[in-house]
């Protein structure tokens, strides 16, 4: 875009502009102006429901920073006439935008509900806060390992096209941040340009030097990593060297903005004719009608031939979890790696699920992945040493950190896609992101997490030569993805349909859609065939795995899904799935934690993956705000029962209920946490734990572990760190664990067969896991319940520890030797008709499963069930009354270990006779009739003449001044 003057518009974009000058001019000024009358009602179409929250509690006087939304195709001219004429001086505005329809502004309540019912505006929304997309750093508490440091220009292919003669020079990349720091010996040459919309002190004239700063730091990483020179340390450079940069300040001190900044840094930079634009920001997104100005800014930028590189976000590893602008389809988003070893737990995972703006449905993100963890770049001279610690400052002063963050991985894509316009001049943005994402190197984890996996620039543009630029891409790599993962279990699973996103960079035309494998039996597509496109096409596709398999489907399955014409494959996915059988239940006690520090099941995303992959589930006991009493109806429908790092004290009768349980067959987990030894005191009930804990040999010493040198960092024991290590299936291939705030445990081995499995020292007098048998079930306990945290895994892995492998192995060893039952479900019809009832149940060796019906009316029979799969028993018997029904199931295997499970289910009402029913029904319409016929005849009777009058009319009294009371 050059200007106003070169803007298109559509036919209908004129006619609403013109009948909107009409209506301003033929209207008479009073009416233009507008009363300060504002009882008129606003269309809720209009004020976006956050923003009408907030105008609801806050002053009439107070502004309130808001986004004002027009028809596409008015000018700013026009918008800004409008927001001014009909927001008078209650309205201060921001921003007029030219490359979408929209004015940013601070203004009152009264100014924002006369805009919303003038007709001009489209909608008006609060103008959210983005923030930095950085993790806290941490100086490595401990050595790092074999895991030496390999800088990402080797990891992403960058040194290839360096030395090939390309480095990004001629190319432009606006770095969209906190600033600056124009004076560090790396930056002095690659600055050209500075803007300021934070202080406004702008320098856009390089001849005399840049006068760019930093007040945050995060800015002056991220520069670096895009075109750092690595003049200062001679070995570290960033991704394209030879780029130019354009600073664009975005960002307040303290690394936040305002999304309508976002969308004036992404404009401004449009305008300057940059090549790439670089966003290490973003903010939280709502699935809403709702436009949000950074989005299409961003859309508008790819649109105008820009490249919009835009982080993640740190907000995994949950699933759904993209910031904004990182969700807007056209832009490269970014998740972060540990080089080429996994994604890092804070990365933010799709998918991205639209349901009210378009393109409308279930979509892939990120895009791509690059280095995001403890990756060497340049430092602020007065950025925080928290959040950017100097590194090695004997040699090269406060010049250079190490940070974390998909702020950090952001900037490095950013430099690709300069090097792939550098050397393939004149690469659509299309084009730069599609091949990109052809050239990954896959990780092979969820594409929801990695993308197509980690960019690799030479990967890219050896395809760009060998295709003349031609290429099709399939997003996601693999199917299914997050948020179920690829593990189904046996009972049959329909999963919510998804879109396939594919990229073209040719017009190809109509290709078939195509499935192969085993794993395609249970894949549906939701057309044979697509017309491919320049740019984005999409298809739907869902996994379809059906009830009433047999045993034997258990196992693994893939396959793939190609798009396919005239028998040339243009793109391809993976499917890969496993059918499992059910392991078991694992119930979470979620009532014990107190609401300032819940500890819930989001916090192991990995942990539950690894249940998930031997058939066990995750269910939660209550909530710190609604708790649950722990007894033999709670813990009926678990196999397995965890505590972790809970605050409340347990009751005696609970103490004895989780007793039974494990006696009866079921696994206890229990992870403590810290004992701080100078406050000595616990951070977890260990008096109540200590309790739970006696019959089993194992108690929580107030002994406190973990608490590295630095802030939020731990210490590695184990092998090599003094400890022992015993053999056991439980500890195989553990020889290290990281531990960040934790405590000891005494084992006493004379009782319930106790085990200390991992010693922090020779003697073995305090352990950090130990086991027990008791009755015919089992007893893990861990000493840190950190050590399932998603954020501790790849601080754990830096640290050469084995907790990801400690995790795989609990989550094979909590399967209990119990037969699992999967669920009870009963097909009741009208009382005196037969109900069908059916129980999954699995274990490898089933004996017998028995049946005891408990009726409503307080008797009790046993029925014979049927086994037909392998897990299924259905029975029937006839209904004799409605209410409740006790199901009861014992299940034993040829082991002798037996499962007892106990359902309650409510036979309606509803199932007695239709005469009854019938009837009931035919008396209450009779009320009904009789009722309006009486209303009627009242207000017949109060339309007609007074007889008598001078009577006062009655009235309620009212002594104290205000409303009368209601009538009831």
């Known amino acids: 875009m050059e200007g106003l003057e070169t803007m ?130 941490q100086t490595p508490p401990i050595p790092m390992g074999n895991n030496k440091y390999v800088h990402p220009d080797v990891i992403l292919g960058a040194i290839d096209l360096w ?84 600073i664009v300040k975005i960002l307040d001190s303290d690394g936040t903005t305002d999304d309508s900044v976002i969308a004036q840094g992404v404009e401004f930079a449009v305008d300057q004719g940059v090549d790439v634009i670089s966003l290490s920001v973003g903010g939280p997104w709502e699935d809403t009608s709702f436009k949000q100005p950074s989005i299409e800014a961003c859309n508008a930028a790819v649109e105008e031939g820009v490249a919009v590189v835009v982080a993640a976000g740190n907000s995994g590893p949950a699933a759904n979890t993209v910031n904004a602008p990182g969700v807007a389809e056209e832009v490269i988003t970014v998740g972060a790696s540990s080089g080429l070893e996994g994604v890092v737990a804070f990365s933010s995972r799709g998918p991205v699920i639209r349901t009210r703006t378009n393109p409308m449905g279930v979509f892939p993100k990120p895009d791509v992945v690059a280095p995001g963890y403890e990756v ?39 430099g690709l896609v300069a090097l792939l316009r550098n050397k393939h001049i004149g690469l659509p943005p299309l084009a730069a992101k599609a091949f ?57 699973e329909e999963r919510q349909p998804q879109n396939v996103t594919v990229i073209s960079t040719a017009n190809f035309g109509t290709a078939s859609i195509n499935l192969a494998g085993n794993a395609s039996q249970f894949v549906n597509v939701s057309t044979s065939s697509i017309d491919v496109a320049v740019g984005y096409t999409y298809f739907g596709i869902n996994l379809d795995v059906p009830e009433d398999l047999p ?100 009751a005696e009768t609970e103490i004895e209920a989780i007793h039974k349980f494990v006696e009866d067959g079921g696994t206890l987990v229990m992870l403590s946490e810290f004992y701080d030894d100078s406050t000595h005191t616990a951070s977890f009930a260990i008096d109540s734990y200590n309790e739970i804990l006696e019959p089993y040999g194992i108690q929580c010493e107030r002994y406190g572990i973990g608490t590295g040198i630095g802030p939020d960092t731990g210490v590695v024991y184990g092998e090599g760190y003094g400890g022992i290590v015993e053999n056991d299936t439980l500890t195989e291939g553990v020889h290290r664990l990281y531990i960040l705030q934790g405590s000891t445990l005494r084992v006493d081995t004379s009782v319930a067969d106790a085990r200390g499995l991992f010693w922090i020292d020779s003697q073995k007098e305090h352990a950090i896991v130990a086991t027990a048998q008791y009755g015919r079930g089992k007893v893990i306990v861990i000493s840190d319940g950190s050590t399932l945290y998603d954020t501790t895994l790849y601080d754990a892995i830096k640290a050469d520890a084995d907790n990801l492998r400690l995790l795989r192995n609990l989550a094979a060893y909590i399967v209990p030797a119990v037969p699992r039952i999967y669920d009870v479900r009963l097909e009741a019809g009208h009382i005196g008709e037969t109900a069908n009832l059916t129980a999954f149940i699995f274990d490898e060796d089933l004996d017998s499963v028995r049946i005891v019906v408990g009726t409503p009316n307080g008797s009790s029979f046993e029925v014979t069930p049927t086994a037909t799969l392998g897990y299924k028993f259905a029975t029937s018997f006839t209904l004799e009354s409605a209410g409740f029904y006790n199901i009861s199931i014992l299940a034993t295997d040829e082991e002798g270990n037996v499962r007892v499970f106990q359902k309650t289910l409510l036979i309606p009402v509803r199932a007695v006779d239709d005469v009854f029913i019938t009837t009931v029904v035919d008396s209450l319409l009779i009320v009904v009739v009789v009722g309006i016929a009486y209303v009627l005849m009242i207000k017949f009777r109060a339309k007609r003449p007074r007889k008598r009058g001078g009577e006062p009319e009655w009235e309620i009294p009212v002594t104290d001044g205000g409303t009368p009371p209601e009538i009831v």
């Open 376 to 414: 060497f770049s340049g430092r602020w001279k007065d950025a925080s040493t928290y959040e950017y610690p100097v590194y090695n400052s004997s040699q090269f002063g406060s010049l250079y950190t190490r940070w974390s963050g998909t702020s950090a991985a952001t900037p490095q894509v950013a």
């Open 163 to 246: 030395n090939e003669g390309y480095n990004g020079t001629g190319t432009t990349v606006a770095v969209l941040d906190s600033g600056a720091w124009a004076d560090h010996p790396d930056l002095k040459d690659r600055i050209i340009g500075f803007e300021d919309y934070v202080n406004g002190l702008s320098d856009l004239d390089p001849s005399d030097g840049i006068d760019a700063y930093d007040d945050n730091g995060h800015g002056t990483a991220t520069a670096w990593l895009v075109a750092g020179s690595g003049e200062a340390n001679g070995v570290f450079r960033g991704i394209a060297p030879g780029a130019d940069l354009l």
């Open 436 to 492: 990109l994402m052809a050239g990954a190197t896959d990780l092979g984890q969820d594409s929801m997490a990695q993308g197509m996996g980690v960019a690799n620039v030479s990967n890219a543009s050896e395809l760009i030569t060998q295709t003349s630029r031609v290429v099709a891409v399939m997003a996601p790599l693999r199917y299914p993805t997050l948020p179920q993962g690829t593990n189904v279990f046996i009972v049959g």
């Open 551 to 650: 045993l034997s489907a258990i196992g693994y399955y893939d396959g793939n899904v190609t798009l396919v014409q005239g028998g040339k494959v243009l793109a391809r996915m993976e499917l890969e799935l496993s059918i499992t059988p059910f392991g078991g239940r694992l119930l979470v006690d979620m009532s014990h934690h107190s609401a300032e520090d819940p500890d819930d099941p989001s916090y192991y995303s990995y942990f539950k993956e690894y249940l998930r992959g031997q058939g066990v589930t995750t269910a939660w006991l209550g909530t710190p705000e609604n708790t649950v009493l722990v007894d033999s109806d709670s813990l009926s429908d678990a196999e397995v029962f965890m505590i972790m790092d809970t605050e409340i004290t347990y």
């Open 8 to 137: 298109s518009l559509t036919p209908t974009s004129r006619q609403t502009i013109v009948v909107m000058i009409l209506v301003i001019l033929f209207l008479p000024l009073p009416a233009v102006a507008v009363t300060t009358d504002t009882s008129r009602q606003v269309s809720p179409a209009i004020i976006a429901p956050s923003l009408a929250n907030l105008m609801s509690s806050t002053p009439q006087d107070e502004r309130i920073p808001v986004v004002f939304q027009f028809p596409d195709g008015t000018t700013p001219e026009l918008m800004k006439y409008l927001v001014e004429r009909f927001g008078g001086e209650d309205i201060q505005v921001r921003h007029v935008f030219h490359i979408i329809p929209m004015v940013s502004a601070y203004a009152k309540r009264a100014s924002i509900n006369k805009l919303a019912v003038s007709g001009f505006i489209t909608a008006v929304t609060l103008d959210t806060e983005a923030r930095v997309t950085s993790v806290e750093s």
